[in-house]
């Protein structure tokens, strides 16, 4: 079966660095647009990221434009999220999704999450 496992989440600074991996396994991984998303206490899931089944074609949401980067290795069938500039109100679950479509926007369904990652930055 298809299984997202996220990884690197961690404690930090604010003004740190982190970067996510999320290993996919059981799809073929370069049919599917992958996205991150996370999840702050209290609050809705939102989303973060996302990037097309071959990567060229990238989503961001405002609040991190600018300072985090998605990539993926569809030859590892890994997705990535480098996190620069870190900030307390980045604290929250990140999880990542895969959708069998060549490319994501930030309201697409996904069929796919992962379990999450937690990732806290204190100020």
């Known amino acids: 079966q298809v299984q997202l496992v996220e990884s690197g989440g961690g404690v930090v600074q604010a003004g740190d660095s982190l970067r996510l991996s999320c290993a996919a396994s059981?799809?073929?991984?370069?049919?599917?647009?992958m996205g991150w998303f996370r999840q702050a206490p209290g609050k809705e899931r939102e989303f973060v990221a996302a990037?097309?089944?071959?990567?060229?074609?990238?989503n961001y949401a405002d609040s991190v434009k600018g300072r985090f980067t998605i990539s993926r290795d569809n030859a590892k069938n890994t997705v990535y999220l480098q996190m620069n500039s870190l900030k307390p109100e980045d604290t929250a679950v990140y999880y990542c999704?895969?959708?069998?479509?060549?490319?994501?926007?930030?309201?697409?369904?996904?069929?796919?999450w992962g379990q999450g990652t937690q990732v806290t930055v204190s100020p």
């Open positions: 990037i097309s089944w071959n990567g060229g074609r990238l």
């Open positions: 999704a895969a959708v069998p479509s060549r490319v994501a926007a930030p309201t697409t369904a996904y069929d796919y």
């Open positions: 059981g799809l073929t991984f370069s049919a599917y647009a």
